[in-house]
């Protein structure tokens, strides 16, 4: 029980942090950077990246007129798959713009390995330090952090 109210005053803590500074709404807009290649695709992520995120406005980089016109009638496809993987309305418009497109960066071999699942006592435990924590997004961001973190130490080597 001792344990409990340090991790509801820990996360409590964060939450204000977070809000005092003004990072909540920040790291809402942030999350779509993240999803990106996971959202549109190889692809498409291979010629298109994200550049810029300003309230629910994204802007995407294009590396050539022909994906450019692509991505114009793609648009819809793309907003409503970035909010499906996000779980939330994030995404209302995105702007595109032609400039330099840096590829996604390839995993090596051993990164593609699939990261270590996580057993039920430690989803539990992962559960138990993000509950008190009210923002959905702040909590969200948290628990995947922190399951990151967990997965990474049981790797090899």
């Known amino acids: 029980m001792r344990r409990r109210k340090r991790l ?5 803590t964060i939450e ?5 500074r003004g990072l909540t709404a920040r790291l ?6 993240g999803v990106w290649d996971r959202a549109v695709g190889e692809v498409i992520a291979a010629h298109a990246r994200p550049s ?16 450019m016109q692509q991505l ?11 909010n499906r993987t996000l779980g939330e309305r994030a995404v209302e418009a995105i702007t595109l713009r032609m400039g ?19 057993d ?6 992962i559960e138990e330090y993000v509950a008190g924590i009210a923002d959905p997004g ?15 130490r049981k790797r090899p080597g």
Do not use: C, F
Request: hydrophobic share 40%; glycine share 4%; net charge positive.
């Open 52 to 67: 810029a995120v300003r309230g629910r406005k994204l802007t995407v980089t294009v590396d050539s007129s022909a994906w």
């Open 72 to 82: 114009t009638l793609l648009r819809p496809e793309l907003i409503e798959k970035l």
């Open 120 to 125: 039920a006592g430690e989803r539990a435990k």
């Open 16 to 20: 204000q942090l977070l809000a005092s």
């Open 138 to 152: 702040v909590r969200e961001a948290l628990r995947h952090l922190i399951e990151k973190d967990v997965r990474s």
């Open 8 to 12: 509801e005053r820990l996360s409590g």
């Open 28 to 33: 809402k807009e942030y999350r779509v950077l």
């Open 100 to 118: 330099e497109v840096e590829p996604p960066v390839r995993r090596t071999a051993a990164r593609q390995a699939p990261a270590p699942e996580l």
